[in-house]
C-alpha cells in the first residue's frame, strides 16, 4: 500500500485524469478503502484543492475549477508534449511567447533526464520549410528565460554581425520577440553599459547560479528602447510614411520590424526601413493602402522607379474599367 503522501499524488494525478469517480472506482485503483478515499480527499481540500462531492450510491468526486490554478500531474507522455509545444508556441507570432517561455523554463527545470532527451529527440527529429526566419535552439531561449526570472547572471558565446565572437557576461532583464527574431536586452559586465543581443547567435553556457537585483530599464520600456536601437543599427536607408489605414489593420499586416504612430482613426504614421528601398517600397505596395512619404528620398524614389515599372508592364493595353465603361451590355460601343 503507498504512504500517505505518496497516495495523495497518486489520487490527485486521477482526479486531473478525468472528470468523475466514484469513490468505490478510486478506493479500487489505490487499494484502500473508501472510508480512506474519504479521508485523502479531506486533505487535499485543506490544501487547497477545490474537490467536489456527489452524494448518493452513485456519488463520487470531481476536481472543480477554483480560484487559483493547483499543481498539475504529468505523465511522461503527457509531460513531453507540453515541452514541445510549449517550445512550439515561443516561436510563433500568437502574442503569448514570453508566457511560454516561462512555463517552458520551470518545467524543463524539473523534467527527469530520460524525458528531456525525449524532447530534445523531437526537437532533432522536425524540420521546418526553409524561410526567413533564423534557426532559433529553444534550449538557448529556455536558458535566457530562466535566468532573467531568476535573475541570475548568464554566461554564453556571442556571434556578431560580422562573425566574430566574444565571451559575454551580462545580467539579462527582458526578452523582445519582433518579427521572426528574439532579442535580449541586458546590462553587459564587461562593458558596464547596456546591450541587445539577438538570441539565435547566442550559445548558452553553464548557469553561473550568481543572482543580481534588476535593473531599471532605460526610458521604462523595453520594447521601445530594443526598436530603436536595432532600427538605428540595423537599416542603411530609414523613412516614415504616412499610411491612409487604422494602425492596427497596419500593424496585422506587417511583419517585419517597424514602429507605428496612431494619428487618428483612419491613419497612422510608420517609421521603417531596409537596406534595399526598392525593395521596401515594392513590400510597402502590398499593403494596398495609400502611402505617403514623409521623410526618406531614397523610398520616394524607390516609389517612382515602381511606378515605371508598373506602367511599363501594363503597356498601352486599356485598362478592365476602360473597356467595361466603352461598351453597352448589348455588346454595342456606348
Known amino acids: 500500500m503507498l504512504e500517505t503522501s505518496a497516495r495523495l499524488l497518486a489520487l490527485l494525478s486521477l482526479l486531473q485524469l478525468r472528470r468523475d469517480w466514484t469513490s468505490s472506482e478510486l478506493a479500487d485503483r489505490l487499494e484502500v478503502s473508501t472510508r480512506t478515499v474519504r479521508s485523502d480527499i479531506g486533505k487535499l481540500r485543506s490544501l487547497g484543492y477545490p474537490v467536489d462531492a456527489r452524494p448518493g450510491v452513485a456519488g463520487g468526486y470531481r476536481l472543480a475549477a477554483g480560484t487559483a490554478m493547483p499543481p498539475l500531474l504529468l505523465d511522461d507522455d503527457e509531460a513531453v508534449a507540453v515541452a514541445v509545444g510549449l517550445g512550439a508556441v515561443a516561436t510563433r507570432r500568437l502574442g503569448v511567447e514570453e508566457t511560454s517561455l516561462t512555463a517552458l523554463a520551470k ?42 526570472r531568476g535573475h541570475e547572471r548568464l554566461r554564453f558565446g556571442y556571434t556578431k554581425h560580422g562573425g566574430a565572437e566574444r565571451a559575454c557576461h551580462t ?11 528574439w532579442y535580449l536586452l541586458a546590462w553587459d559586465l564587461d562593458r558596464d553599459d547596456w546591450r541587445i543581443f539577438r538570441v539565435d547567435r547566442m550559445v548558452a553556457h553553464a548557469p553561473t547560479g550568481a543572482r543580481f537585483p534588476p535593473r531599471a530599464i532605460p526610458e521604462d520600456d523595453a520594447v521601445g528602447y530594443v526598436v530603436g536601437r536595432v532600427s538605428k543599427a540595423a537599416w542603411k536607408y530609414r523613412a516614415r510614411v504616412l499610411v491612409h489605414a487604422p494602425a492596427a489593420r497596419v500593424a496585422a499586416k506587417i511583419h517585419i520590424p517597424v514602429r507605428i504612430e496612431e494619428v487618428d482613426e483612419a491613419t497612422c504614421r510608420v517609421e521603417l526601413g531596409s537596406d534595399d528601398p526598392d525593395r521596401l517600397a515594392l513590400w510597402m505596395a502590398q499593403l494596398d493602402v495609400d502611402i505617403e512619404v514623409i521623410d526618406g528620398d531614397e523610398l520616394a524614389a524607390a516609389f517612382d522607379r515602381l511606378a515605371t515599372r508598373f506602367r511599363r508592364a501594363a503597356g498601352a493595353r486599356p485598362s478592365v474599367t476602360h473597356r467595361a465603361r466603352s461598351h453597352s451590355p448589348d455588346g454595342a460601343t456606348a
Open 107 to 148: 518545467l524543463e527545470q524539473v523534467l527527469p533526464s530520460r524525458l528531456r532527451r525525449r524532447v530534445e529527440a523531437v526537437r532533432e527529429a522536425t524540420s521546418a520549410v526553409p524561410g526567413a526566419e533564423p534557426p532559433l535552439d529553444l534550449s538557448v531561449l529556455g536558458a535566457v528565460a530562466a535566468a532573467i
Open 171 to 181: 545580467e539579462p532583464q527582458r526578452l523582445v520577440t519582433w518579427g521572426a527574431l
